[in-house]
């Protein structure tokens, strides 16, 4: 039965990875219907994206890595403990 299980698991693996290749913003997709197939894909629920995206949530958040809130975020954000001794 574990053998099963990982089988499973690598052929979801295998849908979600091809899904992204085809559906990802970078290559042409909708963000929104990207965002809400993933999704379904992460819960088990094997849903069409398109018809998906139309009828979740009307909103879709993207963090990005630019502008005052992520230059705050970097600002603010721990920073690893420097090292006691001089390196040899």
């Known amino acids: 039965m574990p053998q099963r299980a990982a089988v499973e698991q690598r052929e979801r693996r295998r849908e979600l990875r ?21 999704a379904a894909l992460r819960t088990g629920l094997h849903a069409d994206p398109i018809t998906t995206a139309r009828t979740g949530p009307a909103r879709v958040i993207v963090v990005r890595s630019r502008g005052p809130r992520a230059w705050l975020r970097r600002l603010l954000a721990p920073r690893p403990a420097q090292r006691r001794r001089p390196l040899r």
């Not at 085809?22 to 290559?27: G, I, K, L, Q």
């Open 18 to 38: 091809a899904y992204v290749r085809r559906h990802h913003p970078d290559v042409g997709g909708d963000p929104a219907a990207f965002a809400a197939g993933l």
